[in-house]
């Protein structure tokens, strides 16, 4: 296991700043995430730590020194890219080997040490086909199996979940984290999937235009965002804006553009009367019914409903101009119909950026 420091990274292509002084650290053995919208920097960041980017200024620090300058092959990182990158002609084992050879390994000691990085992904038996006699969900495996094979301090991964589909994708969601608590390895991870990156990781770190947003673990990402774009990034949210009327200890209140007065807590330092605001809350946290309770109560109309499984997805509109998302396990009602609808300040976040 390793510790890595990312140290104020800056890239510029042209009069493009990809990455804007990017820091964050990863701790021995985390599995820490960077997440965000396509082109905010993710995965010319993972690049820049595996050193396939050089950068422009900045530090990597692998267990304090640092390598900016290594090339790649000095870094002892494994790399796993959305496309797998097999060699079709090798077979898979022969795949697995590759970085073993290049990286010199006794010849005698190769297929037993690619034998078990297959073993330890779980295809122990597929060693003898090539990568188009395997499904999608074993070459991404056996991706991985190449990457820990070398046994490098940091494996980098991007997006390698990507060209899965959605069920073969969450089976290897639970799969690659097993994986990667049991050889304990520290890893960096690329993904533009929020629940993805909320799901795998002990820290995340969000992106947007070359620069973090935001560093902390799932739950204090998703439930104490830093500003209105994590907010709104970050799972699904009704937003509304609006200028702020009263802020206070005790909380704040926004009035909106349709004249609806909501209570939140301000997230983003002072509010002063008159600030122009958005106030952000997730539909698990608003209640449909007379008996739900807290500081926001209206009363909406059903406009959408929409079954999702475990819960249904209802869209309620306040007035012509707003409208909210809620969640509701067994819905009583049909749409057109009017319902109570009520979510506590806390659960609301007033950003002023």
């Given at each position: 296991?390793?510790?890595?420091?990312?140290?104020?990274?800056?890239?510029?292509y042209g009069?493009?700043?990809?990455?804007?002084?990017?820091?964050?650290?990863?701790?021995?053995?985390q599995?820490?995430?960077?997440?965000?919208?396509?082109?905010?920097?993710?995965t010319?960041?993972?690049?820049?730590?595996?050193?396939l980017v050089e950068?422009?200024s900045?530090?990597?620090e692998v267990?304090?020194r640092?390598?900016?300058?290594d090339?790649?092959e000095?870094r002892?990182m494994?790399?796993v890219?959305?496309?797998?990158?097999?060699?079709?002609?090798?077979?898979?084992?022969?795949n697995?080997?590759?970085g073993l050879k290049m990286?010199k390994?006794?010849?005698a000691?190769?297929?037993r040490l690619a034998q078990?990085?297959?073993?330890?992904?779980?295809l122990?038996?597929?060693g003898?086909r090539?990568?188009?006699q395997i499904s999608?969900g074993?070459q991404?495996?056996?991706?991985i199996a190449?990457?820990?094979?070398?046994r490098p301090?940091?494996?980098?991964?991007?997006?390698p979940?990507?060209?899965?589909?959605?069920?073969?994708r969450?089976q290897?969601?639970v799969?690659?984290?097993e994986?990667?608590?049991q050889?304990?390895?520290?890893?960096?991870?690329?993904t533009?999937?929020?629940?993805?990156?909320?799901m795998?990781s002990?820290?995340v770190?969000?992106?947007s235009?070359g620069r973090v947003?935001?560093?902390?673990?799932?739950?204090e990402?998703?439930e104490?965002?830093?500003s209105?774009?994590?907010?709104?990034f970050?799972g699904e949210?009704?937003?509304?804006?609006?200028?702020?009327?009263?802020?206070?200890?005790e909380?704040?209140v926004?009035?909106?553009?349709?004249?609806t007065l909501?209570?939140g807590?301000?997230?983003?330092?002072a509010g002063?009367g008159?600030?122009?605001?958005?106030?952000i809350v997730?539909?698990?946290?608003?209640?449909?019914?007379?008996?739900a309770?807290?500081?926001n109560?209206f009363?909406?109309?059903v406009?959408h409903?929409?079954?999702?499984?475990a819960?249904?997805?209802?869209?309620?509109?306040?007035?012509?101009?707003e409208?909210l998302i809620?969640?509701s396990?067994k819905?009583?009602?049909?749409?057109?119909d009017t319902v109570e609808i009520?979510?506590?300040?806390v659960a609301s976040?007033?950003?002023t950026?």
């Amino acid at each position: 296991m390793s510790r890595v420091s990312v140290r104020n990274i800056r890239k510029v292509y042209g009069g493009v700043t990809a990455l804007n002084n990017v820091g964050f650290e990863v701790g021995d053995g985390q599995f820490v995430s960077l997440l965000g919208p396509s082109g905010c920097g993710k995965t010319t960041t993972l690049r820049v730590i595996a050193g396939l980017v050089e950068p422009d200024s900045g530090r990597i620090e692998v267990d304090g020194r640092d390598i900016v300058n290594d090339p790649p092959e000095r870094r002892n990182m494994g790399v796993v890219f959305q496309s797998y990158a097999l060699f079709p002609h090798k077979t898979i084992l022969e795949n697995v080997a590759f970085g073993l050879k290049m990286r010199k390994t006794p010849a005698a000691d190769i297929p037993r040490l690619a034998q078990a990085a297959l073993e330890m992904v779980r295809l122990p038996s597929v060693g003898d086909r090539y990568p188009r006699q395997i499904s999608g969900g074993q070459q991404q495996r056996v991706a991985i199996a190449r990457a820990i094979a070398t046994r490098p301090s940091v494996l980098l991964l991007d997006e390698p979940l990507s060209n899965l589909d959605l069920k073969l994708r969450m089976q290897m969601r639970v799969e690659l984290k097993e994986l990667q608590r049991q050889v304990g390895i520290t890893t960096v991870f690329v993904t533009h999937d929020q629940e993805e990156g909320l799901m795998l990781s002990d820290r995340v770190v969000v992106m947007s235009e070359g620069r973090v947003a935001q560093v902390g673990t799932p739950d204090e990402i998703y439930e104490t965002p830093a500003s209105s774009f994590v907010a709104d990034f970050i799972g699904e949210a009704s937003v509304f804006e609006g200028q702020i009327t009263h802020s206070g200890p005790e909380g704040c209140v926004m009035r909106t553009a349709a004249g609806t007065l909501l209570h939140g807590v301000l997230r983003t330092g002072a509010g002063p009367g008159g600030a122009s605001a958005r106030l952000i809350v997730r539909p698990e946290k608003v209640r449909i019914g007379s008996a739900a309770q807290g500081e926001n109560r209206f009363q909406a109309t059903v406009e959408h409903l929409a079954y999702a499984g475990a819960s249904t997805r209802v869209v309620l509109r306040l007035n012509a101009q707003e409208r909210l998302i809620a969640n509701s396990v067994k819905p009583d009602f049909a749409i057109g119909d009017t319902v109570e609808i009520s979510w506590q300040a806390v659960a609301s976040s007033i950003f002023t950026d």
